[in-house]
Nanobody
Framework: QVRLVESGGGLVQLGGSLRLSCAAS????????MGWYRQAPGKQRELVAE???????NYGDSVKGRFTLSRDNAKNTMYLQMNSLKPEDTGVYYC???????????????WGQGTQVTVSS
């Protein structure tokens, strides 16, 4: 099927930057959606940024102007550049992809294992 591997998380100070990567591998035929979500302790998972069909990019209100989502189609890899980080950005960041795989017309959702981002004040 599809495997998603996130990387780039870590500990950073207030105002610092991190770049997350999400590499998709497997028998991918087409990718229709890619997104980053995060979950802070005791809170629900929320959208950070997404790239929808038609190359429309959307950001959560709390990250607009600070985070930038990009994609390398040749590598099936998505990136999240995070600047001006704040303590409230702390959480586990998950990569989400909706794709079809070889031999099936069905679109399925896939999730990565998550990468921890911690912003200290």
């Amino acid at each position: 099927q599809v495997r998603l591997v996130e990387s780039g998380g870590g500990l950073v100070q207030l105002g610092g930057s991190l770049r997350l990567s999400c590499a998709a591998s497997g028998s991918i035929r087409s990718i229709y959606y890619m997104g980053w979500y995060r979950q802070a302790p005791g809170k629900q998972r929320e959208l950070v940024a997404e790239l929808t069909s038609g190359d429309n990019t959307n950001y959560g209100d709390s990250v607009k102007g600070r985070f930038t989502l990009s994609r390398d189609n040749a590598k099936n890899t998505m990136y999240l550049q995070m600047n001006s980080l704040k303590p409230e950005d702390t959480g586990v960041y998950y990569c989400n992809v909706q794709s079809t795989v070889a031999g099936s017309p069905l679109r399925r959702d896939y999730w990565g294992q998550g990468t921890q981002v911690t912003v200290s004040s």
